[in-house]
């Protein structure tokens, strides 16, 4: 196999780890790509790929941009404020007006769960998501698991653990799918208010006690506090958050020598992490940046290159290979 | 081309490599992925023996064929490789291997890649086979033999490295 099953990627729940696989093959391809002084391939040449991003964002947003300029895909940027959405126009107008428009990739944030899946079954166009609400951030959680598989190679029996809002976090989200098809052992951790019930049924350990949670971790995922999306004060107070579940220099010691430390950003410093645990070599933080890139220019090309259609009848999978070997 | 010929024909460019270039000074060795990196890697063996170590290099083309757009099937297409260019290649002589040598296409490719790491001061071409059938105007410099072809039939490069054996085999394209 060396492609997708679906022209888009909505979420990693689903997703099947040989696709999993591949992704992070070609990744691991592409990463040499952005360190070439010209970085730039022309895999991608004659492309349009519109970025729809209805919520803020850096470094999602700087990172798809970039892995489609690297792949010389021509880009168009949307954003909420200063685009026709300001105007109440609505997704489906958006989205249907793009299309006329003739684009191939759609990438969407969006801050209702499904927005992605409404225009995949909308649009011609492969739709990316680059976060739904509080549902999935696939290529966070493949970036995540690309930096995981780095540093820990394979991925069976790892023990991961997600500190912090797990309730609100796309971010867990789409690292549980993809971390439990790989045969990792996730455990979450947070204030009880943030860990929503039945969560066990996604395969996950729930542990309320972070000692417990951290000591015998291969990697902690440390999330953001998400206070934008918390409707009602789910946590007395950020200093207390940051008393109970933070990461800092103690807890730090708490963990296996080995143990990594991921957060996806954007970091409230002091209040999830230390200042000198983000800062530390124990911290990954902006090697997940880096590989970010990389995992989406994987993701983009493999869209791009079109679905992996079941095998054709041998014959005509003979006759294909040999027309193929012409290109010597 | 038995295995015998096949470490002749290889043993043979690398001293001519050394003699064309007065040397090895200045030399990249760099192979086209697959089956070219193994010979590349073989030929840059012979010229440390022969002369002195040269630096060595892998090229992956997949993202700069002319057939992306005009391959629908996906099952045919290769998994995207790793390109290892840990050189400077800016002014350095570049020795670009590949195993057939046919229309000429992957070496266009592989030119327009190796210009996006550098401005080469010469980029030299060496091939195992070469079957004819140019489409474009490419030569090269370097040839381990001269196959005539027709265009219906298949040339297939096998090496130790990937195959178990070495062995050029010429067979025919069922129609």
Known sequence: MNGLKSKHLLGL????????????????????????????????????????????????????????????????????????????????????????????????????????????????????????????????????????????????????????????????????????????????????????????????????????????????????IQLERQKVNLFPSLDEYAVVYGINRKRVAMMKPDCIIMHPGPINRGVEITQDVADSDRAVILEQVTNGVAVRMAVLYLLCEGVQKEPPPVDAAVEEEKTDSKVT | MDADQIRRAVKRISHEIVERNRGTKGIVVVGIRRRGVYIAKRIAEYIEKIEGAVPFGALDITLYRDDFQVTKNIQTRPVVGTTEIKEDITDKVIVLVDDVLFTGRTIRAALDELIDFGRPKQIQLAVLVDRGHREFPIKADYVGRNLPTSENEIVEVRLTEIDGRDEVLLGEMEE
Do not use: Y
């Open chain 1, 13 to 224: 729940e689903g997703m099947t780890a040989e696709e999993m696989g591949v992704i992070l093959d070609t990744a691991a391809s592409f990463r040499e790509i952005s360190e070439r002084p010209v970085k730039k391939v022309p895999a991608l040449r004659g492309k349009t790929i519109v970025n729809l991003f209805f919520e803020a964002s850096t470094r999602t947003r700087a990172s798809f941009e970039l892995a489609e300029k690297r792949l010389s895909a021509d880009t168009v940027n949307i954003s909420k404020s200063g685009s026709s959405v300001a105007k109440g126009e609505s997704l489906r107008d958006t989205a249907e007006n793009l299309q006329a428009m003739k684009i191939d990739v759609i990438v969407i944030r969006h801050g209702a769960a499904g927005a992605p899946h409404f225009l995949a079954s909308l649009l011609e166009a492969s739709v990316v998501n680059a976060g739904d609400g509080a549902h999935e951030h696939p290529t966070q959680g493949l970036l995540d698991i690309f930096t995981l598989k780095g540093r820990l190679g394979d991925l069976k029996g790892k023990k991961v653990t997600i500190i912090g809002d797990i309730a609100h976090s796309r971010v867990a989200r789409s690292n549980i799918f993809g971390l439990t098809t790989l045969g990792a052992e996730v455990t979450v951790c947070g204030p009880p208010t943030m860990i929503p019930p039945r969560i066990e049924e996604l395969g996950v350990k729930v542990e309320m006690d972070l000692r417990r949670a951290i000591e015998d971790a291969d990697a902690v995922n440390v999330l953001r």
